[in-house]
């Protein structure tokens, strides 16, 4: 049982656009994290996301954690190709974390 | 610093055979991690250590075993190696808990035939 659900699964865009992938769950969660994965390499971890509401912006990622802590958005502006990886939200629990299953994000040239 | 190192990168063994990854940290961590990741089903907890001497279950502990003898080292163990263990693992380290950044080797890539 996936405690939470990323989508979409997979996406390709274009160089230039916009984009948002979501992570969801029915449980409600004290923090969540996002990380970034390029082929070969562990997960890096992107940003954490405490409070209810909470938006953070890193660069051209906007971060968003719901008002009732239970989903979270990840919101791309100008995608770059740099930007192709797997995309992973993660719970935190009492001494461990909980991964989502992922979007893996292709940007075009 | 290296960081999460982990050894080997890639192996390939026989259903039945036995094998141990290591995973190193040199950032005086407390909190070790061993995950698998399959497609479709993201990165599961196998088992984890909140300090030298500990270790405790994860999500998907069955069939491996690890030991924690030394604060730097964590090491995954597997006694029989079945097909369903085919998988890419990955060690992470964090400071704390909870909130804290896991930090991640590059993974190990076993395949079990």
Same mark, same amino acid.
């Given at each position: 049982t996936q405690l939470l659900e990323q989508s979409p699964q997979f996406l390709s865009i274009?160089? &230039?656009?916009?984009?948002?992938?979501?992570?969801?769950?029915?449980?409600?969660?004290?923090s969540l994290q996002w990380y970034r994965q390029e082929p070969g390499e562990g997960p890096v971890l992107l940003v954490t996301v405490v409070t209810g509401g909470e938006v953070k912006k890193l660069k051209r990622l906007t971060f968003q954690f719901g008002d009732a802590r239970k989903d979270s958005s990840l919101h791309i502006t100008a995608a770059q190709p740099g930007d192709t990886g797997l995309y992973l939200c993660a719970?935190? &629990?009492?001494?461990?974390?909980?991964?989502?299953? &992922?979007?893996?994000?292709?940007?075009?040239? | 610093n290296a960081g999460v190192t982990q050894t080997?990168?890639?192996? @390939?063994?026989?259903?039945?055979?036995?094998?141990?990854? #290591?995973?190193?940290?040199?950032?005086?961590?407390?909190y070790m991690y061993w995950y698998r990741q399959d497609p479709g089903m993201? #990165?599961?907890?196998?088992?984890?250590? @909140?300090?030298?001497?500990?270790?405790?279950?994860?999500? @998907?502990p069955d069939g491996y075993n690890v030991s924690r003898l030394k604060k730097q080292n964590f090491l995954l163990g597997l006694e029989s190696a079945a097909p369903s263990q085919t998988s890419v693992y990955f060690c992470a380290s964090s400071y704390t808990r909870g909130?804290?950044?896991?930090?991640?080797?590059?993974?190990?890539? #076993?395949?079990v035939l």
């Amino acid at each position: 049982t996936q405690l939470l659900e990323q989508s979409p699964q997979f996406l390709s865009i274009q160089e &230039g656009e916009n984009l948002t992938v979501y992570c969801n769950s029915s449980s409600v969660f004290s923090s969540l994290q996002w990380y970034r994965q390029e082929p070969g390499e562990g997960p890096v971890l992107l940003v954490t996301v405490v409070t209810g509401g909470e938006v953070k912006k890193l660069k051209r990622l906007t971060f968003q954690f719901g008002d009732a802590r239970k989903d979270s958005s990840l919101h791309i502006t100008a995608a770059q190709p740099g930007d192709t990886g797997l995309y992973l939200c993660a719970a935190t &629990g009492a001494n461990n974390l909980f991964f989502g299953t &992922g979007t893996r994000l292709t940007v075009i040239p | 610093n290296a960081g999460v190192t982990q050894t080997p990168k890639f192996r @390939v063994l026989k259903t039945g055979q036995s094998m141990t990854l #290591l995973c190193a940290q040199d950032m005086n961590h407390e909190y070790m991690y061993w995950y698998r990741q399959d497609p479709g089903m993201g #990165l599961r907890l196998i088992h984890y250590s @909140v300090g030298e001497g500990t270790t405790a279950k994860g999500e @998907v502990p069955d069939g491996y075993n690890v030991s924690r003898l030394k604060k730097q080292n964590f090491l995954l163990g597997l006694e029989s190696a079945a097909p369903s263990q085919t998988s890419v693992y990955f060690c992470a380290s964090s400071y704390t808990r909870g909130t804290d950044t896991q930090y991640f080797g590059p993974g190990t890539r #076993l395949t079990v035939l």
